[in-house]
């Protein structure tokens, strides 16, 4: 059974994640996806295009694997007498793991190229990668942390919700974020001193799309700069005093193109812990945030409607003041109870008022041994788009597994912490509007390996509620809801020391709320989806894929698809 102030230690030296979940309330989540295994980089012995990469294998301080892939695609429509298409590809990769005893970092990126054989349908190409790294300047003292995403995502979440990224889909686009910065942790004397600073940026490449009739057009997200920087200091309990208590500060800011849109975040709190038993204790926190979200006007036609860009972004009407779309100040508060009975298990929940609401969050973390992990996570919080996505991106530990989609080659959304851990992306991908909003939600996941089997179960759901001013270009949107439920289930098993097998079952549903629907937005979206791939090595460089798939998604105001697919790839792999 651990000790609390060995607990309370362990929890002192938070990493740049940690820090920023702990001071703003901001858990994150994570959940199992698909994928399948890695030689020298994961667990296993093959690697296919669905494979995934994770820490490192044998001992081995670093692995760096690049790689050329070849590959047939064949997609089927079957309903409404869909299109028959055919791609061949062409791809290049590496998959890299290092860790050293100052740093750790990995990165998993995949460029590919896809040719049509229908002359109805063009090329397309995709960028795809996940970069996570963290360097010890002055060991478990001063550290730099930095990732970066690339990835594929829907772009309004009124239109088409394809599951398989394949075939060309207008609702799709690139996205990528970046961001890095330091990290503080040390003490003076018996206090400990907590600091950081993470600068990010997000692009969304994304052009006007196809909505349904008499639809309007969403704030499209066009890039964005994100600040986040805080300072905790505090003693742990049995110090000077029985009890914890700290003191924290923060600045959270974003700056988006799209209506020169502005939100930012100052809060100052205090908190104590206090202990009840060597496993369990009290925690509150009482502190002052000011949240203040503004947006320009877009420049209006002779008739006073907005004007939209040939990217299909609002043209901003730089002369225009300051509309403000959200404005709270005030006194925060939350009280709960921490239980970590052994270094494995750890419980936290709260309960208080901010956002001027009553506000729930907490976490549940069961990771008996490697083999077994289980967590759970409930959230509520206010950001916007690029900060969302890069406080996810930075939740990413620095070893973990990037699965892929074995017939898209895109990257899942959600990815594994090395012996537990990790994050998921479901919640920040929902859609890619540029107005800031509230989300609230819960997450969890459940990972076990048994033998040569692994399987991962997740589920979640969030619900959004979007700001825009009152009196701006956006106001039909403000206060329009959205909510999605998903879930998903792997399976893999090494077949033998050449060949694996993979499978992964997911489904999600999307649910407009009538702000959406008013604007012309389909009621809900309906998205399930299957795949199934076979991995053989062939030589210790040369292996192939086979992978089939059957994606269905329903949503209102288009035709429903059911799609199947089926890929034949071959990899040489320089290592």
């Not at 005030?330 to 239980?339: E, K, R, T, Y």
């Not at 069961?366 to 991106?393: E, M």
Request: hydrophobic letters at 40%.
């Amino acid at each position: 059974m651990a000790k609390w102030s060995d607990v309370m230690r362990s929890k002192a030296r938070l990493s740049l994640a940690a820090l920023v979940v702990a001071m703003v309330a901001m858990p994150q989540a994570a959940h199992a996806q698909q994928g399948g295994a890695d030689p020298g980089i994961g667990q296993g012995q093959s690697q296919g295009q669905g494979g995934r990469t994770g820490g490192l294998a044998n001992g081995r301080r670093s692995v760096v694997v690049p790689y050329l892939e070849v590959g047939q695609l064949l997609s089927a429509d079957l309903t409404n007498g869909g299109d028959l298409l055919t791609y061949s590809l062409a791809a290049v990769g590496v998959d890299a793991a290092v860790a050293t005893s100052r740093a750790e970092a990995q990165v998993s990126v995949r460029y590919e190229r896809r040719f049509s054989w229908n002359d109805d349908f063009g090329d397309e190409d995709a960028i795809s990668g996940v970069a996570r790294g963290n360097l010890q300047i002055i060991p478990n003292t001063l550290s730099i942390e930095a990732g970066a995403l690339g990835i594929r995502s829907r772009v309004d979440n009124r239109g088409a919700a394809p599951s398989n990224l394949i075939g060309g889909s207008d609702n799709v686009t690139q996205i990528y974020s970046v961001y890095a910065g330091p990290t503080l942790a040390t003490e003076v004397g018996t206090v400990d001193v907590n600091a950081l600073y993470r600068i990010g940026y997000t692009k969304v490449e994304a052009d006007a799309v196809a909505l349904p009739a008499g639809a309007l057009p969403l704030d499209l997200f066009g890039d964005s700069v994100n600040h986040a920087a805080s300072l905790a200091i505090g003693q742990q309990p049995g110090g000077f005093l029985p009890i914890g208590w700290s003191v924290s500060g923060g600045w959270f800011r974003e700056d988006a193109s799209q209506l020169d849109q502005r939100f930012d975040d100052k809060i100052v709190r205090a908190d104590v812990t206090v202990p009840v038993s060597a496993t369990l204790a009290l925690v509150g926190g009482v502190g002052y945030e000011d949240i203040e979200i503004s947006e320009r006007d877009a420049v209006r036609d002779a008739t006073g409607a907005p004007v939209v860009g040939n990217d299909g972004r609002l043209v901003t009407n730089r002369n225009s003041p300051r509309l403000l779309s959200y404005d709270q100040d005030g006194l925060i508060w939350d009280v709960g109870v921490l239980w970590r009975p052994s270094r494995r298990t750890s419980l936290e929940a709260r309960v208080g008022k901010r956002y001027d609401s009553m506000t729930y969050y907490g976490s549940f973390s069961y990771t008996p041994n490697q083999r077994v992990a289980a967590n759970i996570t409930v959230y509520d919080l206010v950001a916007g788009f690029g900060s969302r996505l890069n406080d996810n991106l930075a939740g990413l530990p620095t070893q973990f597994d990037a699965t892929r989609n074995p017939l898209s080659g895109d990257l899942n959304s959600c990815f594994f912490g090395v012996g537990g851990g990790g994050n998921c992306l479901n919640d920040a991908l929902q859609s890619v509007a540029s107005s800031a909003f509230r989300t609230r939600g819960v997450t969890g996941q459940i990972s076990l390996t048994s033998g040569s089997w692994q399987h991962g179960i997740g589920a979640g759901y969030s619900r959004r509620k979007f700001f825009a001013a009152d009196n701006g270009a956006l106001a039909g949107f403000d206060q329009t809801i959205d909510e999605i439920w998903f879930a998903s289930y792997v399976a893999a098993k090494q077949l033998d020391p050449r060949s694996s097998i993979t499978g992964a079952i997911y489904a999600n549903y999307l649910e407009n709320g009538p702000g959406q629907v008013l604007n012309g937005g389909g009621s809900d979206i309906l998205g399930l989806g299957t795949n199934v791939a076979y991995g053989r090595n062939f030589t210790n460089r040369f292996n192939g894929t086979l992978a089939l798939g059957l994606d269905y998604f329903d949503p209102k105001g288009f035709e429903s698809s059911l799609v199947a697919s089926a890929l034949l790839a071959l990899r040489y792999s320089f290592q």
